[in-house]
Nanobody
C-alpha cells in the first residue's frame, strides 16, 4: 500500500503560479511512474502530466503544455510547477502511482494508488 499526500494547492489569481507536491509516506517512489490528474466539479477526471520512473520522459495534456512542469526528486516527492494559471485550471488535483512504471501514462486506469487531492482555484 502506498499512501500519497498532496500539498500546495490554494487560491490564486489568473496569471499566477503554484507548485504542488506529492509525497509518499514511508515509501520511495523512485521505481514508479507518477502522474497528476485533475477533476473539476461535475466533470470527469482528466490527465494533466506524467513522469517516467527515471524522470527522463515526461508527458503533458495539450491544455497545460508550456505552462506546467512535472518533476521528481530521487526519493519520494513529485512536483507539479504551474505558471500562467487560468480559471479553467480550477480543479482538485490528484497524484497517482503506477507501480509497474510501464502502463500508458494518460489513462486513469494505469494507476494503482491515488492521493486525496488538493484544491486549486484560479480566479479571473
Amino acid at each position: 500500500q502506498v499512501q500519497l499526500v498532496e500539498s500546495g494547492g490554494g487560491l490564486v489569481q489568473a496569471g499566477g503560479s503554484l507548485r504542488l507536491s506529492c509525497t509518499a509516506s514511508g515509501r520511495t517512489l523512485s521505481r514508479y511512474g507518477m502522474a497528476w490528474f485533475r477533476q473539476d466539479r461535475g466533470k470527469e477526471r482528466e490527465f494533466v502530466a506524467a513522469i517516467s520512473r527515471t524522470g527522463v520522459y515526461t508527458y503533458y495534456a495539450d491544455s497545460v503544455k508550456g505552462r506546467f512542469t512535472i518533476s521528481r526528486d530521487a526519493e519520494n516527492t513529485v512536483y507539479l510547477q504551474m505558471i500562467n494559471l487560468k480559471p479553467e485550471d480550477t480543479a482538485v488535483y490528484y497524484c497517482a502511482v503506477d507501480h509497474t512504471g510501464t502502463r500508458p501514462p494518460a489513462r486513469p486506469g494505469s494507476y494503482d494508488y491515488w492521493g486525496q487531492g488538493t484544491q486549486v482555484t484560479v480566479s479571473s
